[in-house]
């Protein structure tokens, strides 16, 4: 009985102990510490619903492909892919053209300029020219020094470049103001039948007398489009004298002023001098041997005479497709296209 006794006794103190921690377990977390106030987030905690756990998700493994693998035969070689022409469907697949009869686009030939034809300029003639006595009048500016340094009759010391004008010839639309009614020589009867083609334009550029040179850019005056015209020819061409209603004397049409082998100056009259007539400029042609031999000789002797060229008569001929040629009426560079003029 007295054991009875003894466990009970033992059991409520093992009891009292839990009670006592509990409560110093209560207290420790009731009140806040070293303070008498209430510790209100361990009751939030304590009436808190438990959050639900989150399950894991699940990943499903999706096994990797198998292959086999061949083994590669290095001397058997490996057949070449065949290919399949593929063909075109469409709703309606009779209004689709088949590869084969589709249109392929046309390919213009591209065009080639063909460069200027040069001929050598021939050294001997079988021409007969003369020489006709030279006036000299102080009022029509005569020429006096060398001539070659004469801006107004050599006009490579000027200076010329192309411009981009018309290659027709222009009319006068029936201002007839300034028209020579006997007929100035012609550039039409150049060749001595078919009309000359023009096919270049050409401006010059005005002389800088001041300062003794060209005054390029600055063109020549008066300003027209057009001072020189480059007209077609073939390499070896004859060149004639121009048809005219006048003649200088003896039925001759021009009087020779200047004259190198590539490059010939007439005047439309028997006058050594710039106002005496029409001055007509060829250029890049070759000039007749006997016809430059004669005005070497004229220019050495002073000038008293001077060769002439008759309407038909061969002065020269073309050195290559061009035949460049410039008027010029009492000093002034003339556009040559006019039709009714020239």
Known sequence: ??????????????FAILAAL??????????????????T???????????TATPTPTLAVTPLPTYSVQPFNF??????????????????????????????????????????????????S??????????RSSADIPINGPVENNPEINLRLRGFTPVNQG??????????YGLDNQM?????????????????????????????????????TPNYPVHMLGLAASPGQKLLGLKAGRDIGGGHVFMVLYAT????????????????????????????????????KDNASGRGSLPVISTGQVFGTAQSNEVKIVVRDTMSFMDTRYKEDW
Request: net charge neutral; aromatic share 10%; with cysteine.
């Open 1 to 14: 009985m007295s054991n009875r006794k003894s466990q009970i006794a033992n059991l409520k103190l093992v």
């Open 22 to 39: 509990g409560v110093s377990f209560i207290l420790q977390n009731f009140f806040l510490a070293n303070s008498p106030r209430i510790n």
């Open 41 to 51: 987030k361990y009751l939030d905690s304590l009436f808190a619903a438990k959050p």
């Open 75 to 124: 001397l058997t070689p490996e057949p070449s892919p065949t290919l399949t022409q593929t063909e075109f469907v469409s709703q309606n697949p009779t209004s689709v053209p088949q590869p084969s009869t589709i249109p392929q686009p046309t390919i213009p030939t591209p065009t080639v300029t063909t460069p200027p034809t040069f001929t050598v300029c021939p050294t001997t």
């Open 126 to 135: 079988s021409q007969n020219y003369t020489s006709l006595g030279a006036e």
């Open 167 to 176: 290659t027709s010839l222009i009319s006068r639309n029936g201002n007839n």
């Open 184 to 220: 100035p020589p012609q550039i039409s009867s150049l060749y001595g039948g078919p009309l000359p083609q023009i096919i270049k334009t050409y401006q010059i550029f005005e002389w800088d007398f001041q300062n003794n040179k060209s005054a390029a850019p600055q063109v020549a």
């Open 261 to 296: 082998p590539t490059d010939i100056t007439f005047t439309h009259s028997n006058s050594d001098s710039l106002l005496g007539g029409y001055l007509f400029y060829f250029l890049d042609i070759c000039v007749d041997p006997n016809l430059l031999a004669l005005y070497q």
